[in-house]
């Protein structure tokens, strides 16, 4: 049997800042995942300037700058062909970026594996319990704490009786790697009637295209795509479901859930690393303070404050996206109305990003 002071199922950005803190702070940590790394994750790679406080309390924002990024400039929010809404972020050199997960992920891992977490990539999670006890390809686990930081379709939330939600999101996340013929360094986002698409720039030709379709779209994503870009060559698709989630229970007993395990926003306003970066960050605290206690109970009490307190802040602009992405046919209604009355997009917008208004040249307006 391994003895662990915390045992980390998945090895995400949620997972992964939580180990390089416990590590840090000298204790004995385990991070576990069924992938091996490097590995592709559908995403739509956008790191908001929020995560730069983040870097920075844990030293890590040289390293993050060095990372292979493109940064980007602005949004752009189109409905059905039109730029409808065009914003400029405040430039600045710790400003918005694409960074593929595929590095951001491998990168933040090896900076927990420096700290001193002990990296098990390639095993796959049988069993837990709220002991601590966790069976695994490789053998069972002891842990005095545990977190599930292992995704939206947490093994460890099933597992553990935590995953208490039933599930009624029906949309599905499909992504793919583009070389698109106009290609600026702005986040489009484009709302159609069977849901929209985010594009994000990665490097000098290639960019991130995701789209997110409702269950009732009569059309595969290469059609849909095709539709916004008719010279794009057939694409291999990933994909992910569900797309937004209500919270699960936190915890129980000797386990925490982080990430998108805990809770899955929708990806519209592109703020879902910060928000699994977050949930780690306040996860290793709390167990740091219940294991100085020798207690289970004020762990559980501290990050289900934390976390509630976390997404209470950006809970009105992600509350109004998802209630429009549910349908989207109502949200091309929605947007069609708030286009002339650019202030209240860009009030939302202002709570995700600081940016300011950009105008909408005649050239660009349409797609």
Known sequence: MKEFDAIIVGSGPAGSLAALVLARAGKRVALIDKARFPRPKVCGDCVNPSCWPIWERHGLAERFAELPHESLRGISLELNHKVIFKHNFVLSERGERAVEREVLDNWLCHEAQEAGAHLFHGVRVDGVDTKGEVKTTQGLFKGRFIIGADGRNSIISRLSGLATYRQTCTRVAWQANIEPDNLDHYVHMHIFNEGYYGMTRTSEKTA???????????????????????????????????????????????????????????????????????????????????????????????????????????????????????????????????????SSIATMLNQVHQSRPAPIPHAVASA
């Open 208 to 342: 991130n295209l995701c789209l997110v379709l409702g269950s009732k779209a009569n059309a595969t994503p290469q059609k849909i795509a095709n539709r916004y870009f008719p010279s794009l060559p057939s694409q291999v698709w990933r994909s992910i479901y569900p797309i937004s989630r209500r919270a699960a229970d936190l915890g129980r007993g000797r386990i925490l859930l982080a990430g998108d395990a805990a809770r899955v926003v929708e990806p519209f306003t592109g703020e879902g690393i910060y928000f699994a970066l977050s949930s780690g960050e306040a996860a290793a605290h709390a167990i740091l303070k219940g294991l100085d206690a020798n207690d289970e109970a004020l762990a559980q009490t501290l990050y289900s404050d934390s976390h509630r307190a976390l997404y209470k802040k950006r809970a009105r602009v992600n509350t109004f996206t998802n209630w429009c992405a549910r349908r989207p046919a109502r949200a091309v209604r929605v947007l069609g109305l708030l286009q002339y009355w650019p």
